[in-house]
């Protein structure tokens, strides 16, 4: 049975922060000062990508992968100390954002002390040698055989939960982990605070039994993709959420997303993979059911693969995409259509499906209602919102048109253009 979500969760949206990335400072409090932008932009969910001292031991690039952990309970000098992320904390909270951090459960880095004191913690190969997995030749992997680095990992995760306050974690690679530790550790953080769980896995479904709150909708962002190249089209979208009804829990959540810090760095940019389609994968990926990620610099049009193992300082000279993420942000807090689980609307598909190209819906929850329809193609296209399905006054939250629906209504659309409508 699906455990029970921590109430702010309900509407929240989540925005990943790469620390070393966001400011030319590349620390925790050059980043604390965008908080305010980020509050009145309606963020909810801080996701910071990892903090920890980062291994020196078969560095990739100068400055090495921050999911190369060389020690739990500290910081990377490079971003600070630990009363930094102290005084983050708390300055989110009073704002009334969350903090979760980024967790490498799987694996740490070849010169952590770990590695050298408790040498029976790790995993070996048949010639005796620690398992780096995957291409991942700066890290080895854990043994979670040995039940005492499961103590060991439980305990580091209880630190930033009583020491630093941080509401929960993002974990690295969860599939890789058995499904007992993480079921163990929710209950044991739970038992200190309600936290949020996020497992980076889409194939385990079990992971969402009692463990995590949500897990990522890979399937989905592929598939916008796809679409955006005109290889797919709206049918494979309902296809999809078919599919995922009956493949996870009730009431879990899924992550969408148009970019993350994989998705940026090694696939591309959202113009390379998008192109044209772009602002309306980012309105789809908030109004299906489920929770919107904003990688930070997408309001700013990210427009480069930002360097993994390097310094590469994103560009805020022109925040051209924020007023769309804070009025979709503000939509998910008040419309309950949209709220996320079992608290949201049912997503229900309007028209016949005979235009492949057209993607519409209608949401409803208690009194509230949204009704979204996008054009998924290069060309335009043309819908007709039947009034005995939709009906009633609407807004159009995107520039405040009023729109009266009391017979049927033909829509048309520009290439990859949307409309959305609440009561």
């Keep these: 049975m699906k455990s029970k979500h921590i109430d702010w969760s309900k509407n ?69 100390d630990i009363e930094d992320m102290k005084e983050l904390v708390s300055e989110a909270h009073k704002l009334g954002m969350h903090v979760i951090l980024d967790w490498v459960a799987n694996h740490s880095a070849w010169d952590h002390a770990w590695a050298t004191e408790h040498p ?84 385990n479904a079990k992971l969402l039994n009692k463990a995590f709150d949500m897990n990522y909708g890979w399937r989905l962002h592929h598939i916008m993709n796809d679409i955006s190249k005109g290889k797919k089209n ?24 148009t970019s993350n810090h994989d998705e940026n760095s090694w696939n591309g940019t959202v113009k390379e993979r998008m192109g044209d389609a772009a602002e309306s994968m980012v309105v789809l990926s908030y109004i299906v059911p489920g929770m919107g990620l904003i990688y930070n610099g997408q309001e700013a049009g990210l427009d480069k693969r930002l360097l993994f193992f390097e310094k590469d300082t994103i560009s805020w000279d022109n925040i051209v995409y924020e007023n769309l993420y804070t009025i979709l942000n503000n939509l998910k807090k008040k419309n309950k259509a949209l709220w996320n689980g079992e608290l949201g609307g049912k997503i229900v598909r309007l028209g016949d499906g005979s235009n492949q190209y057209v993607f519409a819906c209608l949401r409803e929850k208690d009194d509230d209602k949204i009704v979204v329809i996008i054009n998924m193609s290069n060309e335009p296209q043309t819908f007709n919102i039947e009034s005995h399905v939709v009906s009633g006054s609407f807004r159009n939250p995107i520039n405040g048109e009023n729109i009266v629906i009391d017979r049927d209504m033909s829509v048309d659309l520009q290439p990859w253009s949307y409309l959305i409508l609440t009561n």
């Design 234 to 257: 709206a049918n494979d979208i309902w296809d999809y959420l078919i599919w995922n009804d009956s493949t996870y829990p009730a009431g879990s959540y899924r992550m969408y997303f």
């Design 120 to 203: 029976e913690w790790y995993q070996y190969d048949d010639s005796g040698n620690f398992v780096s997995p995957y291409d991942w030749t700066d890290v080895i992997a854990f043994d979670y055989n040995n039940p005492v680095i499961r103590e060991t990992m439980l305990d580091a995760l209880k630190f930033w939960i009583t020491e630093v306050d941080v509401d929960g974690y993002r974990c690295d690679v969860a599939g890789l982990v058995p499904i007992d530790f993480w079921e163990q550790a929710r209950a044991e953080l739970d038992s200190i605070k309600p936290v949020f769980m996020l497992a980076e896995d889409e194939d």
């Design 12 to 80: 929240a949206n989540i925005y990943e922060v790469n620390i070393r990335q966001y400011t030319e400072e590349g620390t925790i409090k050059a980043f604390q000062a965008h908080l305010p932008r980020l509050k009145k932009m309606g963020v909810d969910i801080l996701w910071l990508m990892p903090v920890f001292p980062i291994g020196e031991l078969n560095r990739k690039g100068s400055l090495g992968s921050c999911y190369a952990v060389r020690d739990y309970k500290d910081i990377n000098p490079e971003f600070g």
